[in-house]
Each structure stands twice: as C-alpha cells, then as structure tokens.
C-alpha cells in the first residue's frame, strides 16, 4: 500500500529522473538505518548453480545499477544476487534523452538507453568499495563505436579487466538499443564469439586459480529454430549459463491503443509468457547441463514460479520492481 502511494509520486516525474532520484534515496545514511531497522531479515534458502552459492534464487536484473554504485543498498531489498552492468569498456553517454516510457496500463516499459555506462574501470573501483556478501554478476557489452567485426575485442576487454571482481560475468548480445548486437546471436558470429570468450575464461582461471563462470544473455524474439541452435552451442563451448530474456521489439504484444511510437526494447508483463516460452524450449534443449536464468515480466509470486516451473534455475526483476516496489521481492522469496 505504501509503495503504491510513493509510486503515484514518482510516476509524476520523467522515468529516467525517477529512477535516479529512487536509487540516490535508496542510498542515504538515514535511509539505510530504517531498512536495517524495519525489514526483518528473510529466511536463507541457499541454493548452488554454476558452483556458487545462493542465498535464494531472486535477482536483480542488468541494467538497474549500470555502474555498481547502489549495491549495497539494493541488496537489502532480498536479493540472492545483482547483475550490474551493462558497462562497456569506455564509458558512454547511451542514446539520446527522453529514452525510457512507462505503458502503466500493461505493466510495461519501453527503453531505448543504449548502455548508458562509466566504463568497466569505473565499475571495478565501485566493486572494490562493495560489502554486499552475495553474488555479484557483471553483464558487459560493446561500445556504441566498435564496428560489431571487432564487437568480440570489447568483450574480451571487459572479461578481462572484471575477471577478479565479478562472480559471474554475463555477455548481453540481445540489447534492442546497439546496432547490429543482436547479430552476436546466430551462425558463425556466435560460434566465434563463445569460442574465444570461452578460451579467454580458460586463460584468466590459470592465471588466477579463480572461475569465473560466463552467462549469455539472450533476446526473446528468436525463432524456436535459433533457440535450439544457440542451447547447442552453449553445450559445445561449455558455457555456464543462460540469462533468457532481454527485451522484445515485438509491439503486438501491445493492444493497438497502447502501441506507441516510441521505439525501443519492450519489458514487463507484455514480456512475461514469451521470455517463458524461450525458457520452455532452452530447458528442453539443454538437458540440465547449463544453468538457465529466467527474466522478463515477473510481476507476482505466480509468475516467479512459472518461470521455475518452465525450467529456471534462478531468476530476476526489473520492471516488476518499478511496477509493484520491493514488497514484491520479499513475497517471491518467501513463497517460493
Ligand atoms: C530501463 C531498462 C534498462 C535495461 N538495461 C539493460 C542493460 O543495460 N543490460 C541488459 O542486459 N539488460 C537490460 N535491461 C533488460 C532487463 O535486464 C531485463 O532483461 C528485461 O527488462 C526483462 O525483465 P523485466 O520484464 O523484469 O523488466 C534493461 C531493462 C530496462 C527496463
């Protein structure tokens, strides 16, 4: 109830200004005494996937704390886990301004931010600086200006330079908002983008004792056919895990009154039963031998099990967060 009057407010100032204005909050001294004070702590419901440890299966999805600066005070809304990023290797202004629009009858958002980002050195000082004990994904990708030939170069940079400070590291080759990004997901391209992010991995774990494992993200407008071609990949490169889905550019999902001209990437519960139809078929496919990652429109415990019951191992939230408040994380931990 509280939330849903703050959420009045906050959805009378601009998405973007709202967002940050919400998370600088979340960050005040003053503030972070009355969570600790008044959220009681949740039960541990410790699970184990890609060899590290969850402390539930709840987590918050790329692109809410592109550059690790509100870790600590997101994580004590319940998270399992964070994925922050996407971060690029330069830093980078993203499209445009305005570039983010609430559809609230559907539950929806639209972004078109184009990684937005300080560059993964400035995220690294931001890790270096972190207390939260639970696991912390870095999603990397491209910069605006690598030409997408030299896409797997800016990756390999990130993987990298992250390597030490990220508990998993999640390649984001379905944003809508980067030219030609989407291309990383099909044919030879993606054959060679995991061949060489997998040796990468292999050089940087002898190097440091330390596995890192690595996550593709993937977009929900694939055909079933790519689908199946992408899990069989995974397989052959032996890549850890999936994080299914990224946004869609499919409007339909949309009533003709709420389409908008507005373009770019679409989330939220228009997004809900496609990303679990991608998750049904990856689960089919993959035969248990890489962890799936369930994201897109979760907006209620229902929907949390869902996208388990279709073959997530672990999931996380954005737009059901904007949509329902931090009340819902604790509801989808508990109940689950
Ligand atoms: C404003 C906004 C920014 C996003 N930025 C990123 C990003 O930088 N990297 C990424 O991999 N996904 C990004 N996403 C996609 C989310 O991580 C998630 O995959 C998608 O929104 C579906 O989940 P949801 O329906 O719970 O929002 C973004 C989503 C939104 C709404």
């Not at 949309?254 to 373009?263: A, E, G, I, P």
């Amino acid at each position: 109830m509280f939330y849903y009057l703050i959420r009045k407010l906050l959805f009378l100032i601009e998405p973007e200004k709202a967002h940050t204005f919400i998370l600088k909050v979340l960050n005040f001294k003053i503030i972070q005494i009355i969570m600790n004070f008044f959220l009681k702590s949740l039960p541990l419901k410790k699970n184990r996937y890609m060899n590290l440890i969850f402390n539930n299966k709840i987590g918050l999805a790329a692109g809410v704390d592109k550059n690790g600066e509100y870790i600590d005070s997101l994580s004590k809304l319940g998270f399992g886990f964070i994925e922050v990023g996407t971060v690029t290797p330069l830093p980078q202004y993203g499209n445009k301004k305005p570039r983010l629009f609430r559809i609230n009858e559907k539950e929806g958002i639209i972004n078109m931010m184009g990684f937005p980002n300080l560059g993964i050195d400035n995220l690294i000082k931001n890790l270096k600086k972190s207390k939260f004990t639970g696991i912390i994904g870095v999603n990397i990708g491209k910069n605006k200006n690598t030409p997408i030939e030299n896409a797997v170069n800016d990756y390999l940079i990130c993987i990298e330079k992250i390597y030490l400070y990220a508990d998993y590291i999640a390649i984001n080759i379905s944003s809508p908002n980067t030219i030609d990004l989407k291309k990383l997901q099909y044919g030879s391209e993606l054959k060679n983008l995991l061949k060489n992010i997998k040796k990468k991995q292999i050089e940087m774990h002898k190097k440091h004792y330390k596995y890192v494992p690595i996550a593709i993200k993937i977009s929900p407008d694939l055909s079933k056919k790519e689908i199946i071609y992408i899990s069989s990949q995974l397989i052959y490169y032996n890549i850890d895990a999936v994080i299914a889905t990224n946004t869609t550019l499919d409007y339909s999902l949309l009533s003709t009154k709420q389409k908008t001209k507005k373009k770019g990437g679409l989330s939220g519960l228009p997004l809900q039963k496609k990303s679990t139809n991608v998750i049904s078929i990856l689960n089919k496919h993959l035969k248990n031998k890489v962890t799936i990652i369930g994201v897109g429109g979760i907006n209620s415990l229902n929907s949390a099990q869902e996208k388990i019951s279709s073959g997530a191992d672990l999931i996380q939230i954005y737009s059901g967060l904007i949509y329902h408040g931090p009340k819902l994380i604790r509801k989808i931990i508990k109940g689950l």
